[in-house]
């Protein structure tokens, strides 16, 4: 009797949450479109995510790459079709493992970070500072930082794509000896628009709500450092499951019209 | 109890303006009722100190005062304006004539000091002269509060009391008429407390301003106050200057100052 009760306090509490995101979303793009715009902070933000989650996303995608191809390749060879590596690694990359593993790193790396840092500001009242002086503080920390990561998500996913073929390129040359214009002329024949197109569409959802979910963690923390932990931890969490429901929606609708 | 000892409060001239009222505040979170009926009357170039335990709903007061808790009723008058009835942007303007010294000084942490005294400095563009040079209000601020050298820090690389110091200057930015402080001297050692108190006052016939101090430390209140207010049960218990209250024969008027 107990359990049952917990677990229906659980799942109400779980559609507050929704109720609660869905809310902080459409707050977001009221303010999106309205005066001042805090183009500074935006750029600064797009400079943070971007260089500093860039290096992580470079070297992640390079040992995908290496992996995928060094466990594929026995299989393809045993088919004798080893001259579909390049075809079979690029749609896979460039369609599915890319995007979601880049967008699982930066979940980890940048939603964390927001949902710890504006966790913090709250804790400490910065938050609350910003708000006495003037300045909107969603505005000013929430709209910039979910844009931003809106934006850099794509270009992210684009760099870590890029590193993984380049490290499955350099297995096939070290196995078959191909050369680097072959094997990229095979992966631009294989890779179609009806590929890319979706793909890099649920990207920029996958930034926002990389971005959505840290801030509404952050930004409605509770008392304590306890509050700040649960805040980057939730905000993984969240994030993660967000971003296979999102690209489970995405896959779905590309089936459908392509 | 508050009749008797309100015909010992000093009387102000007829001449001497309301700045802040207070009337009939309520609020409650849940169950708990934290403001019964709270009334309050600041007047021009007053220091008036707000006492009470912890707990008592000196902070929810002073943060209903400023906008960032909304009370459940009563009336709010800042510089005759009835701050329930102001739009955002109205309010926001009347934000810039209120400073708020926050209990752990809410000092930006990923900014500099100077960018922490800019900050206030972006909306209110319009109160400055025309191609406003931010550095000549930033370096007078902190030269007002002893600090012109630190300038160049984070608030990481600052003492209690400099942070605390360096919140005043923040506040003092925009030269506002009223500043509340919210335990201004908690946290600190006593001679840094001290120093705090004096400056309080300096500040106060520079800029001449009215100030609302919320605190425990009765050293503080006797330097500084000209008038004081118990907040008990929700109310305000008991009003006078420090000498009335401290020469009290009620109980829970003597163990404030025991």
């Not at chain 1, 003037?134 to 870590?160: D, Q, S």
């Not at chain 2, 001239?13 to 009939?24: H, M, Q």
């Not at chain 2, 309080?200 to 009215?210: A, E, L, V």
């Amino acid at each position: 009797m107990v359990q049952s009760s917990q677990l229906a306090l659980n799942i109400k509490n779980f559609f507050i949450e929704i109720g609660e995101l869905a809310y902080f979303s459409s707050r977001f793009f009221r303010e999106l479109f309205s005066k001042p715009f805090e183009f500074k902070e935006l750029l600064r933000q797009c400079y943070n995510m971007g260089n500093k989650s860039l290096g992580l996303v470079l070297i992640t995608g390079f040992i995908i790459g290496l992996v995928l191809t060094i466990q594929t390749r026995p299989t393809l060879e045993q088919f004798g079709a080893e001259s579909w590596m390049p075809s079979m690694v690029s749609i896979s990359i460039v369609r599915e493992i890319g995007p979601i593993i880049t967008a699982l790193i930066c979940a980890g790396r940048i939603g964390s970070g927001i949902g710890a840092e504006l966790g913090s500001m709250r804790v400490t009242e910065q938050i609350d500072a910003m708000e006495v002086s003037g300045t909107n503080p969603f505005k000013y920390l929430v709209v910039t930082r979910v844009l931003a990561t809106t934006l850099m998500i794509p270009i992210l996913v684009f760099f870590g794509d890029t590193m993984a073929l380049y490290g499955s390129f350099l297995v096939e040359n070290l196995n078959g000896d191909v050369s680097f214009f072959l094997y990229f002329d095979k992966v631009f024949h294989a890779i179609e628009y009806s590929d890319l197109l979706p793909a890099t569409i649920k990207t920029f959802f996958f930034g926002y709500a990389i971005g959505l979910v840290g801030c509404y963690k952050g930004y409605y923390c509770e008392k304590g450092t306890v509050g700040v932990g649960i805040a980057a931890n939730s905000a993984v969490v969240y994030t993660s499951m967000l971003l296979f429901i999102i690209d489970f929606i995405a896959v779905f609708i590309t089936d459908i019209f392509i | 109890m508050l009749e008797e000892i309100s015909n010992i409060t000093p009387k102000f001239n007829s001449e001497i303006k309301t700045i802040l009222e207070i009337k009939n505040l309520k609020k409650s979170f849940g169950n708990n009722q934290v403001l019964n009926g709270f009334n309050l009357e600041l007047n021009e170039g007053e220091n008036l100190v707000i006492m009470g335990k912890s707990g008592s709903g000196k902070s929810v007061m002073i943060k209903c005062l400023i906008g960032l808790i909304e009370p459940d009723s009563g009336s709010i008058r800042v510089m005759g304006q009835e701050i329930t009835t102001l739009n955002q942007t109205q309010f926001d303007k009347l934000r810039s004539e209120i400073g708020f010294l926050f209990q752990g000084s809410a000092l930006y942490d990923s900014m500099t000091v100077r960018e922490n005294l800019e900050f206030p400095l972006r909306h209110h563009k319009e109160r400055f002269e025309k191609n406003l040079d931010t550095t000549a209000f930033v370096e007078e601020a902190l030269t007002n509060v002893g600090l012109l050298h630190a300038i160049d820090l984070m608030p990481s690389e600052l003492s209690g009391g400099m942070k605390r110091r360096i919140a005043l200057a923040r506040t003092l930015i925009l030269k506002p008429k009223i500043i509340l402080y919210d335990e201004p001297t908690s946290g600190l050692d006593p001679i840094t407390s001290k120093e705090i108190i004096q400056l309080m006052k300096n500040i106060q016939k520079q800029y001449k301003t009215s100030s609302l101090i919320i605190t425990h430390d009765v050293d503080c209140a006797r330097v500084i106050a000209n008038r004081m207010i118990l907040l008990i049960d929700g109310i305000n218990y008991v009003e006078g200057n420090y000498d009335t209250l401290k020469n009290s024969s009620d109980e829970k008027v003597k163990a404030f100052f025991k």
